[in-house]
């Protein structure tokens, strides 16, 4: 027959081996758990510094786009006030252009524009110029306080009362002198009929 003592000896290994695995079982699941966890804390945060990453990003990328959209508006506007200053005059205002520019002009260009005294010529002709259809593109970044723009523009002269148009391509060189744009030089190219602006 069977001894009793074996067998309690057995059912209690058994029991005590049963009571290990379940307990091993238990911290494993236990430690697995945290894991999880802290995984799901980090995981968490790791979305949270991205996201806000993400939006100092997006906020640099507006104030950038914000940046260059607020410097065009100003280079147009430069250029447009330049040219308008330029190029509207007539017989009787012509000397007053060298004035009319130097607000938009570096000094440089104004003495280079500026003909001196034996190089003016007076005339008894009445005529007037003017500039109109001034279309503004930005041609050549070179840093960020400089850049080159072309304009195509139409040119009006009127003399004794005889209108005539001619079309302009005009390159204008600003410069950021003290937080403001000015022009710093010009290049003025009249092209023929029929023949392209840019070869």
């Known amino acids: 027959m069977f001894d009793n003592k ?5 059912l209690i290994i058994s029991n005590i081996i049963f009571i290990i695995a379940v307990v091993t079982v238990l911290i494993m699941n236990y430690k697995n758990y945290n894991n999880y966890i802290t995984s799901n804390r980090n995981l968490t945060s790791i979305k949270g510094e991205l996201k806000s990453s993400d ?90 306080d400089n850049v080159s ?19 302009i391509l005009i390159e204008l060189k600003l410069r950021n002198i003290d937080n403001n744009w000015v022009v710093d030089d010009l290049l003025i190219n009249k092209p023929l009929k029929n023949v392209p602006f840019i070869n």
Do not use: H, W
């Open 6 to 10: 074996k067998i309690n000896k057995c």
């Open 55 to 144: 939006n100092k990003i997006s906020e640099l990328n507006k104030k950038i786009d914000t940046k260059d959209s607020n410097r065009s508006i100003k280079i147009n506007e430069v250029s447009n006030q330049f040219l308008n200053a330029f190029f509207n005059y007539d017989a009787l205002t012509k000397n007053k252009i060298y004035d009319n520019i130097k607000p938009y002009s570096s000094p440089s260009l104004v003495s280079k524009l500026e003909p001196t005294k034996q190089d003016q010529l007076e005339s008894d002709v009445n005529y007037t110029i003017s500039i109109k259809n001034i279309r503004v593109y930005s041609k050549e970044i070179k840093d960020d």
């Open 149 to 167: 723009v072309l304009i195509l523009a139409d040119q009006g002269m009127k003399v004794n009362k005889v209108d005539s148009t001619t079309p």
